[in-house]
């Protein structure tokens, strides 16, 4: 037996420099692959279409705010509690410019900041320059509390 028996083997020089080349090619395919990635999966939910389920964190809003804006794929839509009709939907995308709207309680209109549009709680236009309604939605709130908006054309 020899006296190197047990020992750890020294790394030379060119396998050190192996690993550390070897580490800089992994490290950059992933900061190249992960956008990539990234862009190819689709958007997580129930994806543009289809029946948006407000979090814990949107439910909170709501009720602190009486309205939230959600997101659905590229889609924003305006979730806010009418105190005559109860839970509304409504996209938030101003039919003139495509601002995002804001649901006023105080007037109880949904109001576009960029131009003064306003529109009544049903969607319709009430002044201003946009030219067509917002597309309302359907928006219930189950027995356990969690509010679902289904989108299409209520
Ligand atoms: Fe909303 Fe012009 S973008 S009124």
Redesign the pocket.
């Known amino acids: 037996m020899s006296d190197q028996a047990g020992t750890a083997k020294p790394v030379s020089r060119r396998r050190f420099l192996d690993i550390i080349v070897g580490a800089g090619l992994l490290g950059w395919l992933a900061t190249v692959l992960y956008p990539v990635l990234r862009y190819l999966k689709p958007l997580s939910g129930a994806g543009p279409g289809g029946p948006i389920k407000l979090s814990a964190d949107e439910a909170t809003r709501l009720e602190r705010e009486h309205y939230v804006i959600v997101r659905s794929g590229t889609s924003r839509v305006l979730v806010f509690e009418d105190p005559a009709q109860g839970l509304r939907a409504l996209s938030a995308k101003?039919t003139?410019?495509?601002?995002t709207v804001q649901y006023l309680p105080g007037e109880s209109i949904v109001w576009?900041a960029?131009?003064?549009?306003r529109y009544g709680l049903d969607g319709r236009v009430l002044a201003?320059?946009?030219p067509r309604p917002l597309a309302q939605y359907d928006a219930q709130r189950d027995a356990d509390g969690s509010i679902l908006v289904k989108l299409g054309k209520s």
């Open positions: 101003c003139h410019e495509g601002c576009c960029c131009h003064n549009g201003g320059p946009p």
